[in-house]
């Protein structure tokens, strides 16, 4: 931290608000324009990929099991530039975003290899340092000598500015906490947890994958959203990944009432309730779309956290920087995304942002390639569960968070027939991704191969936060305490995931 930060901070704080939302309204309406002069658009779809990790300590240097092994760690800046990922919220954190690509076989075959020669390139770097890159969704064990709780909310001020102790060195970030906006105390809100900090510094526990789906034409983005909004349910319920926190940050319940009440993707309520503050609800299941030029009002409407200065250059899309800037917390579970350094690769695509970082690199990639064919398939194919109420998509979306796959997802069928049956709702869903895929291109046996880690979850009946609940059950079982049973359970996750995270599958657990 530094008198430096604090005074960048001091800076984004005294922009005139008013100005900021009559600019970013201003390029809104560049946006329409150019989407009405069809420079959005684009001859195939395109597909792309983020996906957050959080590092922990490899054990190397540990005297006992007891001490220290994978607990959390802070990431070298310099080590972040070595390995070409991104800084995130936390100092534990690293991103991984991937060239985009045809959705094509090549193009498929391309974001996975990407995933791999990187994240093995990474491993290596953090290797020599003693720590290990997490595909997960929720951290559960704090760094040595540090509780949860604190590392979470130690903060510090600079005159009057906050600033979080543990958060990456973004303006963005710390200038969160410092708005006029902003309500004094952050809080996570989730079944016997009990956690509030001065800064968005609770946000960092999770992490994630976002696909991305690039449309043809971006007129028919809305068409695509609203297909998206339906089989977020449906994947999610697939995904789950967070059923636990950190020990420390549970109230005094007992073991069998936090897990007869934990929700198997903790993931989603961090999000909301860290980010939306008061009557603003940042975080949400967004409605249903009507036209492309409400994709474009939604953001530009929407509530400013921090209003920043913004710099313009010479991309294309600096002509509607302020808009960009001000997506960066239009914070929805899908969200339309409108980009492009120069005009030829203007953009109109999907973030895709429900699903937790998953066990192995095949398994995100999994649902990176479902949801491309999905959005191919369910569209050509004008399939019937576009016409299902927004509010039942809605509710299936709360009940993959509370329940995952025993959540109950509502589905209707290509006939048209509203199902609730677990097998028929994932025959028809994983049926229409294999077959968007084919459409795109590939091999009846290379969709198979994407969707194929998918099916075996559903044929063994589960998910990793499932597999997760188990293991903690039967350290239980065994007279563990909760908190060691979580510890336990986290560090055979890690272990298992060393032997599987680059060339395994999450089947390989089974």
């Not at 696909?211 to 609203?226: C, G, S, T």
Request: charged share 25%; with cysteine; hydrophobic share 40%.
């Amino acid at each position: 931290m530094s008198d430096d930060l604090a005074a960048r901070v001091r800076d984004v704080l005294s922009v005139d608000p008013e100005e900021y939302e009559a600019q970013a309204e201003a390029d809104a309406d560049v946006v329409k324009s150019e989407l009405a002069a069809g420079t959005f658009d684009n001859y195939q779809s395109i597909v792309g990929f983020e996906y957050e990790f959080y590092a922990v300590a490899d054990g190397r240097w540990t005297a006992s099991e007891d001490d220290g092994v994978h607990a959390l760690m802070r990431v070298p800046r310099r080590l972040l530039e070595l390995m070409g990922f991104e800084k995130e919220l936390g100092l534990h954190n690293a991103e991984m975003t991937t060239s985009p690509q045809p959705l094509n076989p090549h193009g498929l075959r391309a974001q996975e290899s990407e995933i791999r020669s990187r994240l093995s390139a990474a491993l290596d770097c953090t290797n020599a340092e003693g720590i290990r890159l997490v595909s997960d969704g929720l951290w559960t064990i704090p760094p040595a000598g540090e509780t949860a709780r604190e590392y979470l909310t130690d903060s510090v001020s600079f005159d009057d500015v906050r600033m979080a102790t543990n958060m990456s060195d973004s303006v963005r970030y710390h200038a969160m906490a410092n708005g006029p906006n902003v309500p004094d105390t952050m809080s996570i809100e989730a079944p016997h947890v009990e956690l509030e900090a001065d800064t968005v510094m609770p946000e960092s526990l999770i992490t994630s994958i976002q696909p991305h789906y690039q449309v043809a034409h971006a007129a028919d983005l809305p068409l695509y959203f609203n297909y998206a909004l339906r089989v977020a349910g449906p994947l999610l319920a697939l995904g789950v990944n967070s059923p636990f926190f950190p020990p420390d940050l549970y109230d005094d319940a007992d073991a069998q009432e936090i897990l007869e009440d934990s929700h198997m993707e903790n993931r989603i309520a961090v999000f909301e309730s860290v980010l939306n503050t008061g009557d603003t609800e940042k975080v949400r299941f967004p409605e249903d779309l009507s036209g492309i030029e409400e994709a474009v009002d939604r953001v530009a409407q929407d509530a400013t956290t921090v209003p920043m200065p913004v710099p313009r250059g010479d991309r294309f899309d600096d002509q509607f920087a302020t808009l960009r800037r001000k997506h960066g917390t239009f914070w929805r579970w899908v969200r339309p995304v409108f980009e492009g350094a120069t005009k030829s690769s203007a953009n109109a695509r999907i973030e895709f942002r429900p699903v937790a970082a998953q066990p192995t690199v095949r398994d995100s990639v999994a649902f990176q390639a479902a949801f491309a064919g999905l959005m191919e398939s369910l569209t050509k194919r004008e399939h019937p569960v576009i016409d299902q109420n927004w509010e039942t998509a809605r509710e299936n979306f709360y009940s993959a968070m509370r329940d995952g796959l025993d959540g109950g997802q509502r589905w209707i069928t290509n006939a048209g027939e509203e199902t609730v049956d677990r097998e028929r709702v994932y025959e028809d869903l994983l049926a229409h991704a294999a077959d968007g895929l084919r459409s795109a291109g590939c091999s009846e046996e290379e969709a198979d191969r994407y969707i194929e880690p998918l099916r075996a979850r559903l044929d063994a009946g589960c998910t990793p936060a499932s597999w997760k609940v188990t293991r903690v059950r039967e350290e239980l079982a065994d007279g563990a305490s909760f908190e060691d049973a979580v510890t336990s359970m986290q560090r055979e996750y890690i272990g298992r995931q060393s032997e599987t995270l680059v060339d395994g599958s999450f089947a390989d657990w089974l």
